[in-house]
């Protein structure tokens, strides 16, 4: 009888990753309390057995896979945004491309706090809650928009990559890439050279990718074997409404967006994004999923790599949309939590503040939080407000991100397909790219013993 060797799709086996982890941290959680957990020797040195797993084994692993994802972000943006601008035949497009992605993650920032502060409102989250700050947060305070501007052109474009500045990275590549499409056949000579190094960066991508099942196993058994439930049962109403209407854009506002904008068919779109906003939940990173969610969008939607070379790490930068959820709940259950009565005309502030916000505080580091003090100190709450929901904060995190980046390729769609830049028959087509992304390291081993 005839053996069929039955592979897991690459998806299949970071979901099976992601699920077994979750399982480990709570089984370690359940196994090792404070009275249960005991040391052994180790070449001379004593170990904890749950540090031995939690903040050792697991915490190395997930590092170094969260360190490789990041490596790449960087060469990745730059090579393919330098691409994608030097192929552009008409320059003006990057006109049209940026007015477009930004005036559509503006209209979908908007929309996500909008809907965030009617839902809290209509649930109201912080009634009856009597909970105290433990700590005391302090926000950092955030830059103004003209230094933001200022700031988005490098002194030094090497100094911007070693800090990883995406935005500075973008400016430079688009000027780099149009001085390139200017330069005749010196440019010409180089575009060749830079196109097959973004082959070879994305084939870098496809290696870590077909990687990530291990990754994201330890970075959800650390996790889960150390998050507090107790602080998850105090913010029921919270934690469960913030989930829903995530759940709610992602599966409701972006789909009609799509269907509205381009015709194209969002349950396709949702489909190719399963892959990719798995390792953003795991990663709990829009940079370091960045280079998955471009390969999504070049390779499964068809996206022209000059449009989604763009768009995409613009994106990963600049849309909030997950975060201004965040805000938008957190500000109503902070102000029913304190019984401050907020009006109509606050509630119009808090949707304005924070849609600016989420380009005003682009590429600041803990910008949710940053854009969140700023929410509450424009109505008059006590950021230390904050404090009450950095316990829980964590696993939102997690599922804004994937939130965050169906936006960014949702986006992607609708801007290349209003620029003729979409391959529909790669959007409509459910197998797309699945051959390219798994890697068979068996023949490569053939291959160099030949």
Known sequence: MEQTNKKYSLTARVFIGMIAGILTGFFLQLLFDDS????????????????????????IIGQIFIASL?????????????????????????????????GLYVVTTAIAITIAISMALIVSPGDGVELSADTTFTANDAPSLPQVIINMFPTNPIS?????????????ALLFGIAMSMAGKAG???????????????????????????????????????????????????????????????????P??????????????????????????????????????????RNKLGVHNSVSSFTIPLGSTINMDGTAIMQGVATVFIAQ????????????????????????????????LIM??????????????????????????????????????TVACIVAKSENKLAEEVFNNPDADNDNEEIDMKSYHKLGND
Do not use: W
């Open 36 to 59: 249960g957990d005991f040391t052994f020797s180790l070449l001379g040195l004593e170990f904890s057995t749950y540090g031995f797993f939690v903040e050792g084994i697991f915490n």
């Open 160 to 172: 911007a990559m070693a800090d990883g500045n995406m935005l500075q990275i973008i400016v430079f």
């Open 256 to 297: 009609l967006l799509l269907k509205a904008l381009t015709g194209l068919n969002p349950a396709m779109l949702l489909r190719k994004m399963r892959e990719t906003a798995l390792f953003a939940f795991s990663t709990s990173s829009s940079s370091a999923t960045l280079p998955v969610t471009l390969e999504t969008a």
């Open 188 to 254: 010409e000579r180089l575009s060749v050279i830079m196109n097959d190094l973004n082959e070879v960066i994305m084939k870098l991508v496809t290696i870590l990718m077909n990687l990530a099942p291990i990754g994201v196993f330890a970075l959800m058994a650390k996790l889960f074997s150390t998050i507090g439930f107790d602080t998850i049962l105090a913010l029921f109403k919270y934690f469960f409404l913030v989930l829903a209407v995530l759940a709610i854009h992602a599966m409701v506002v972006y």
């Open 70 to 102: 990041r490596m790449l972000v960087v060469p990745l943006v730059l090579v393919s945004l330098i691409c994608g601008t030097s192929n552009l035949s008409d320059p003006s497009q990057l006109g049209r491309l940026g007015g477009k992605s930004i």
């Open 337 to 368: 939590v304190f019984s401050v009565d907020l009006t109509i005309s606050d509630y119009l502030m808090v949707i304005l503040t924070a849609t600016l916000a989420s380009i005003g505080t682009a590429g600041v580091p803990g910008v949710g």
């Open 372 to 409: 969140l003090a700023m929410v509450l100190q424009q109505v008059g709450l006590p950021v230390e407000g904050i404090a009450l929901i950095i316990g829980v904060d964590r696993l939102l995190d997690m599922t804004r991100t994937a939130v965050n980046v169906t936006g960014d390729c």
